[in-house]
């Protein structure tokens, strides 16, 4: 059986202000790149899965910097499309305790947000896969892009894909014209697996669950209301067969509790709740969840719970790591699913 994913999304370079510096105080920048999908199939190749990342970039030494970024950690780039102006950007001031993060965008008109449909031939692209990812970002960036998000998904149904979607609500991204909760719920309806944050399923579909308020481990979470929400998730979107739930409460910027749950053939699952009180760097959580996600699907088809305490382990070990990409092998993953957190020198 094939079980090559493709991702498709925009990657950015991330410039990143040293330490704790503000942006008025940083006189150099740290270079990455990342962005969601991008970070999603580095995931899934560093755990060992056949991985395609589809995207467009500009013709230029920066792109090929970014190329060799993603081929150095065994990430398919062969269906890019090139052409565009520029590559995004985006610029990052590190959190610190009271104080949050901050993001720039610099992205308007970038290889991506100009891209249009017809760029990417999505029957070769799907020839030899299993499995499509797309995230709500794709389709905020411009309405060409939504429309070749929207034709990935077209074709990978017509093509007998799972599909699989990442809310994925950035508020400032969406300046076309057009609201998330106007253009992605058409979108999801094709998607065989959807995850997003407790406050993202109710920004873009409007659906309502009780807040995550854990402190430490021993917090009981709301799963009658969970289970509540995640019925009418696939009320309203009848393909959908796995709904996933992330949780993040923010004690502060450096202190985080982390948890999920899993609806699927009509039972509700959940994680242990995880407290960690020295967040390094918390971007790209979310897509870390993700791709532990869709490989526990891949590596145990049978047992969601495995799956799914996979990827709460491998997004919850994103927090050590700074950078976009979860640079995490299974057996790390592992390791913490069996409860080795100490941290102890490995030799």
Request: with cysteine; aromatic share 10%.
């Amino acid at each position: 059986m094939k079980n090559k994913v493709v991702t498709f999304g925009e990657i950015l370079l991330r410039l990143t202000a040293p330490g704790y510096l503000r942006f008025a105080q940083a006189k150099e920048y740290v270079a990455t790149f990342g962005g969601s999908e991008a970070n999603v199939a580095v995931s899934l190749a560093n755990f060992g899965v056949d991985t395609e990342f589809v995207t467009r970039l500009p013709q230029n030494e920066i792109a090929q910097s970014c190329l060799s970024q993603l081929r150095s950690y065994n990430v398919g780039t062969q269906h890019i499309a090139y052409g565009g102006k520029r590559l995004g950007i985006y610029f990052l001031e590190n959190a610190s305790i009271s104080r949050g993060s901050k993001v720039v965008y610099d992205r308007a008109d970038s290889a991506f947000a100009t891209i249009a449909s017809g760029m990417i031939d999505w029957e070769k692209v799907f020839a030899d896969a299993s499995w499509f990812h797309w995230s709500g970002v794709a389709a905020a960036l411009s309405p060409e892009a939504a429309d070749v998000c929207r034709e990935a998904i077209h074709a990978a149904d017509r093509l007998g894909l799972t599909i699989s979607c990442d809310l994925n609500f950035r508020k400032n991204l969406w300046n076309y014209g057009k609201t998330a909760p106007e253009v992605l719920p058409e979108m999801v309806a094709y998607s065989d697996a959807v995850f997003g944050s407790h406050d993202e399923y109710l920004k873009v579909l409007g659906i309502s669950m009780a807040d995550f308020k854990a402190v430490d481990t021993s917090y009981e979470m709301d799963l009658a209301s969970y289970e509540k929400a995640a019925k009418e998730m696939v009320a309203k979107f009848p393909r959908c067969k796995k709904v996933f739930i992330e949780f993040r409460n923010t004690i502060n910027a450096n202190h985080n509790t982390l948890a999920s749950v899993l609806y699927s053939n009509g039972t509700l699952k959940h994680t242990r709740v995880y407290d960690i009180t020295h967040v390094v760097d918390c971007v790209g959580v979310g897509d870390a969840f993700v791709g532990g996600m869709i490989y526990g699907m891949i590596a145990y088809p049978d047992d969601d719970q495995k799956a799914l305490d996979f990827a709460q382990a491998a997004s919850t070990l994103k927090n050590t790591i700074q950078g976009d990409f979860n640079l995490i092998s299974v057996a790390e993953v592992e390791g913490l699913m069996k409860g080795d957190g100490s941290g102890r020198v490995s030799r």
